[in-house]
């Protein structure tokens, strides 16, 4: 599907979503509370049939955080990437590991990293950071360490 | 973790594999749960050589950043630098020599080759059979000579810079490539007879960590690992960067999922990457390697993403930039850490001894996971 055809079908699913074509790919913004029923149907729609989360991430905007997923077909090949703006100060989500198995891990990745509470997620715990990390999370602009992290 | 350590309730041994264990090839902890010899659960515990590369990445810029990416998956250390200089490309909008596109297609199937090579030798290690580790590094030596020769390094090469390559090629690199190409089409027959038809290393192998194109695809399973899982995912045929849509090959898929499919792909892809550079190597257009950029680059505001195959499977950079001479945020998206994912789904019902040859067919290298 090219981008106008993913654009009606996309508007059809959930009349409330944002386009940003400026990228590479169809950039639709939705708000966070839409994002499970959005995502089942993105993955069973047979004509959307957006199996592969290729990225899952989360990015700080000191204001915001944005949860970014990379989207991808691996029948009909079209990509798109759905992004949505999270409270800065009360960051949750919900989990998507049921539909992708990839996010367990991702999401894992998040939580520690950003601090997103990812709802109803099977198994949110420390991944990456060491058993009984304690503060802020390293990848916020604002985490500071300065016994480890040298400034450049 | 090591308070979870002994027996559960219901009987069951929970037991550490790592993080200092010959089989994990680095520093990967694995805590287990047997039911006998009987695999219930497998739970990866990650993060022993986690650096923070992508923190660090925020602080560097676009010219230095990709020195930090060699380090991460060090097998693929060229396919690592050729993404994250793709994705710096597309973003300034620079149009790259075909000089250096084809150099570096050359260069990414040479690592494809010394990065398969190494995993033949220590897949095979893994499951008990020592004489193939001296077999694949004596072959392997010949491309890390070549690699010192141009690049000056042998593991962390630093040789693509956004617009092209570092340095010029040494003059003796096609010589020395088509004397690897002659040698390497007769021993990769011993490989095979070596191993690949060695009816206890098959009894190893097949049927063991049982993969589903479905999981495959949930998980995200990409590389060598998806492929054997008869998922095409190979990027290079699928979105192609580089030369790849002017040279012929083929996608090699194997739809058994067990790990002697997993065996088989990488195994028929490195006669694969032969076929490439031997299309390549007679064929280098002459004009510059690098492409006139600035000395100081600065990516428009937007987000770039970029994917690649290595030799472990999809890696993806993506980069959100804010106009400035540093990345605002950048994500990679390694493949190792997918396919790890997909382990403890592989390893469920099977047999503690198999899962070593699950990891050895996954090719997990460590630094790629952790990042």
Same mark, same amino acid.
């Given at each position: 599907?090219?981008?106008?055809?993913?654009?009606?079908?996309?508007?059809?699913?959930?009349?409330?979503?944002?386009?940003?074509?400026?990228?590479?790919?169809?950039?639709?913004?939705?708000?966070?509370?839409?994002?499970?029923?959005?995502?089942?149907?993105?993955?069973?729609?047979?004509?959307?049939?957006?199996?592969?989360?290729?990225?899952?991430?989360?990015?700080?905007?000191?204001?915001?955080?944005?949860?970014?997923?990379?989207?991808?077909?691996?029948?009909?090949?079209?990509?798109?990437?759905?992004?949505?703006?999270?409270?800065?100060?009360?960051?949750?989500?919900?989990?998507?590991?049921?539909?992708?198995?990839?996010?367990?891990?991702?999401?894992?990745?998040?939580?520690?990293?950003?601090?997103?509470?990812?709802?109803?997620?099977?198994?949110?715990?420390?991944?990456?950071?060491?058993?009984?990390?304690?503060?802020?999370?390293?990848?916020?602009?604002?985490?500071?360490?300065?016994?480890?992290?040298?400034?450049? | 973790?090591?308070?979870?350590?002994?027996?559960?309730?219901?009987?069951?041994?929970?037991?550490?594999?790592?993080?200092?264990?010959?089989?994990?090839?680095?520093?990967?902890?694995?805590?287990?749960?047997?039911?006998?010899?009987?695999?219930?659960?497998?739970?990866?515990?990650?993060?022993?050589?986690?650096?923070?590369?992508?923190?660090?990445?925020?602080?560097?810029?676009?010219?230095?950043?990709?020195?930090?990416?060699?380090?991460?998956?060090?097998?693929?250390?060229?396919?690592?630098?050729?993404?994250?200089?793709?994705?710096?490309?597309?973003?300034?909008?620079?149009?790259?020599?075909?000089?250096?596109?084809?150099?570096?297609?050359?260069?990414?199937?040479?690592?494809?080759?010394?990065?398969?090579?190494?995993?033949?030798?220590?897949?095979?290690?893994?499951?008990?059979?020592?004489?193939?580790?001296?077999?694949?590094?004596?072959?392997?030596?010949?491309?890390?000579?070549?690699?010192?020769?141009?690049?000056?390094?042998?593991?962390?090469?630093?040789?693509?810079?956004?617009?092209?390559?570092?340095?010029?090629?040494?003059?003796?690199?096609?010589?020395?490539?088509?004397?690897?190409?002659?040698?390497?089409?007769?021993?990769?027959?011993?490989?095979?007879?070596?191993?690949?038809?060695?009816?206890?290393?098959?009894?190893?192998?097949?049927?063991?960590?049982?993969?589903?194109?479905?999981?495959?695809?949930?998980? @995200?399973?990409?590389?060598?690992?998806?492929?054997?899982?008869?998922?095409?995912?190979?990027?290079?045929?699928?979105?192609?960067?580089?030369?790849?849509?002017?040279?012929?090959?083929?996608?090699?898929?194997?739809?058994?999922?067990?790990?002697?499919?997993?065996?088989?792909?990488?195994?028929?892809?490195?006669?694969?990457?032969?076929?490439?550079?031997?299309?390549?190597?007679?064929?280098?257009?002459?004009?510059?390697?690098?492409?006139?950029?600035?000395?100081?680059?600065?990516?428009?505001? @937007?987000?770039?993403?970029?994917?690649?195959?290595?030799?472990?499977?999809?890696?993806?950079?993506?980069?959100?930039?804010?106009?400035?001479?540093?990345?605002?945020?950048?994500?990679?998206?390694?493949?190792?850490?997918?396919?790890?994912?997909?382990?403890?789904?592989?390893?469920?019902? @099977?047999?503690?001894?198999?899962?070593?040859?699950?990891?050895?067919?996954?090719?997990?290298?460590?630094?790629?996971?952790?990042?």
């Amino acid at each position: 599907m090219n981008n106008e055809e993913l654009k009606t079908k996309i508007t059809e699913l959930l009349p409330s979503a944002i386009f940003d074509e400026t990228g590479e790919w169809l950039n639709i913004n939705i708000e966070p509370t839409d994002w499970l029923t959005f995502a089942g149907k993105l993955r069973n729609e047979d004509s959307l049939f957006l199996d592969y989360l290729f990225c899952l991430t989360c990015i700080d905007f000191k204001t915001h955080l944005t949860m970014v997923y990379h989207l991808s077909s691996t029948k009909f090949r079209h990509n798109i990437v759905i992004k949505s703006k999270l409270d800065f100060n009360n960051p949750e989500i919900e989990s998507v590991s049921h539909i992708w198995k990839t996010a367990i891990f991702h999401e894992r990745e998040v939580y520690e990293m950003f601090g997103v509470n990812f709802l109803n997620h099977p198994d949110l715990r420390l991944l990456i950071l060491p058993d009984g990390w304690e503060g802020k999370n390293p990848m916020l602009k604002n985490f500071e360490d300065p016994v480890n992290m040298i400034k450049l | 973790m090591l308070e979870e350590i002994g027996t559960t309730t219901e009987g069951d041994l929970i037991i550490n594999v790592g993080p200092q264990h010959p089989a994990t090839h680095g520093v990967l902890h694995l805590v287990i749960t047997l039911n006998g010899e009987t695999i219930k659960k497998v739970e990866p515990h990650l993060g022993y050589i986690h650096r923070s590369i992508e923190k660090m990445c925020e602080s560097l810029t676009y010219r230095q950043f990709i020195y930090v990416t060699s380090r991460m998956d060090y097998l693929s250390a060229h396919i690592n630098n050729h993404a994250c200089a793709l994705c710096v490309e597309k973003g300034m909008q620079v149009e790259v020599p075909e000089r250096a596109q084809v150099i570096r297609v050359i260069m990414d199937e040479l690592t494809r080759i010394a990065s398969h090579e190494l995993w033949w030798g220590a897949m095979a290690m893994d499951i008990g059979a020592f004489t193939p580790f001296f077999h694949a590094f004596r072959e392997r030596e010949k491309i890390n000579e070549i690699m010192e020769e141009t690049c000056g390094a042998r593991l962390t090469m630093n040789y693509y810079v956004p617009g092209g390559l570092m340095a010029d090629l040494h003059p003796d690199f096609q010589k020395k490539v088509k004397a690897f190409i002659t040698l390497f089409k007769n021993k990769i027959d011993e490989y095979d007879e070596l191993i690949t038809g060695n009816i206890i290393f098959i009894n190893r192998m097949k049927g063991v960590g049982f993969l589903s194109k479905e999981d495959a695809v949930s998980f @995200g399973c990409t590389g060598p690992s998806g492929r054997g899982s008869g998922l095409s995912c190979d990027i290079r045929k699928l979105y192609p960067y580089a030369v790849y849509d002017k040279v012929q090959f083929d996608e090699i898929l194997e739809t058994d999922g067990d790990s002697l499919a997993r065996y088989m792909v990488r195994i028929r892809e490195m006669k694969q990457s032969i076929r490439i550079i031997e299309q390549l190597i007679d064929n280098i257009p002459e004009g510059d390697f690098q492409a006139k950029t600035k000395a100081v680059l600065k990516l428009p505001k @937007g987000e770039f993403y970029t994917r690649v195959e290595t030799a472990r499977g999809e890696l993806g950079v993506y980069i959100v930039s804010e106009g400035a001479t540093t990345p605002y945020r950048i994500k990679f998206r390694s493949p190792g850490f997918s396919n790890l994912s997909a382990l403890d789904t592989m390893a469920r019902g @099977g047999k503690l001894g198999d899962l070593v040859a699950m990891m050895g067919t996954l090719d997990l290298v460590i630094p790629d996971i952790d990042r």
